[in-house]
């Protein structure tokens, strides 16, 4: 008797779930802010690593850097 249960119990979340429709996205990305990273340790994507070095960040991109010691891998 609980195997008939469990089987119409699946199957009408079956049903329920075929005819789900997902809520439309309410995502707003926040507006960029002009950020100033001192004196940090930057490694990139090859590899490198810029010790002691100051980055502006504007509007989502990196405009100029600063480095502090001299350049090491």
Same mark, same amino acid.
């Given at each position: 008797?609980?195997?008939?249960?469990?089987?119409?119990?699946?199957?009408?979340?079956?049903?329920?779930?075929?005819?789900?429709?997902? !809520?439309?996205?309410?995502?707003?990305?926040?507006?960029? #802010?002009?950020? %100033?990273?001192? +004196?940090?340790? /930057? !490694?990139?994507?090859?590899?490198?690593?810029?010790?002691? #070095?100051?980055? %502006?960040?504007? +509007?989502?991109? /990196?405009?100029?850097?600063?480095?502090?010691?001299?350049?090491?891998?």
């Amino acid at each position: 008797m609980k195997k008939i249960y469990i089987l119409i119990s699946i199957i009408s979340f079956t049903l329920e779930a075929t005819n789900f429709e997902p !809520y439309e996205s309410t995502y707003e990305p926040l507006p960029y #802010t002009n950020t %100033i990273l001192k +004196n940090a340790n /930057i !490694y990139d994507g090859d590899g490198n690593e810029f010790l002691e #070095t100051d980055i %502006i960040i504007q +509007n989502g991109k /990196i405009i100029c850097n600063w480095q502090r010691s001299s350049w090491s891998r």
